[in-house]
């Protein structure tokens, strides 16, 4: 069984610049989180999405968004970037609500110059 | 809001040899989850072990073990027999239900270990 799958696994953009990041949670999984991991913050919860529905979203911005698909893919965008956008963004999927353990995909690397 | 406190940033520990790392955690919900993740260089978290809440019994998968102690908000990762491949990032994380059906996820800091030959 594939795991979870997130490209590109590393982008450069400039300030001011959009973004869009990709999720492909293991089949059948329907739940879909994303995370910021920064060496300062750590790791922080962005949302969840679960039957193309965003559950909860955590403390960040509205430039951060995102949306999911019917077949659970799910994409995380980030407008109007800022340097302090530039972290590792990991997705993670599980069968249901966050209440089963989570499987990551090795995420995507940010850099905003 | 929850919190999760990981009070060691980094630690080592001798090859075989046993460590326990430390996570505290504060909460008001009575149901709750409480997990440890890997993250190896690779940069893929890995789940380590999880405990619920409601069970008194402290989680083991193989050389991992826990020791959950509610009233205390403690839970405290022991990986007996470390191994090489055991060096990475190790973050306790905690799972509740925040309201409106759903949940969110609060990670600990996260704690280096690192395994000396």
């Known amino acids: 069984k594939a795991g979870v799958t997130q490209t590109p696994r590393y982008l450069i953009k400039t300030r001011g610049q959009q973004v869009t990041l990709s999720c492909s949670p293991i089949?059948?999984?329907?739940?879909v989180s994303w995370y910021q991991q920064t060496p300062g913050q750590g790791l922080q919860f962005l949302f969840e999405y679960f039957s193309e529905t965003q559950r909860n979203k955590g403390n960040f911005p509205g430039r951060f968004s995102g949306r999911q698909f019917s077949n659970s893919r799910s994409e995380m965008n980030v407008s109007t970037l800022e340097l302090g956008d530039s972290a590792l963004y990991l997705c993670?999927?599980?069968?249901?609500?966050?209440?089963?353990?989570?499987?990551f995909g090795n995420g995507t690397r940010l850099t905003v110059t | 809001a929850q919190t999760v406190t990981q009070s060691q940033p980094e630690m080592s520990v001798q090859e075989a040899e046993t460590v326990t790392l430390s996570c505290t955690y504060d909460?008001?919900?009575?149901?709750?989850?409480l997990f440890w993740y890997k993250q190896p260089p690779s940069r893929q978290m890995i789940l380590v072990i999880r405990q619920e809440a409601y069970k008194q019994q402290n989680a083991t998968e193989n050389r991992f073990s826990v020791n959950f102690q509610k009233a205390a908000k403690s839970f405290s990762l022991k990986i007996s027999d470390s191994q090489l491949g055991d060096t990475a990032m190790y973050f306790c994380a905690f799972l509740a239900y925040s309201g409106a059906g759903s949940y969110q996820l609060t990670f600990g800091k996260g704690t280096k270990l690192s395994v000396i030959p």
């Open positions: 993670a999927s599980s069968p249901n609500r966050l209440s089963s353990p989570l499987h």
């Open positions: 909460t008001s919900e009575n149901n709750y989850y």
């Open positions: 089949s059948g999984h329907r739940s």
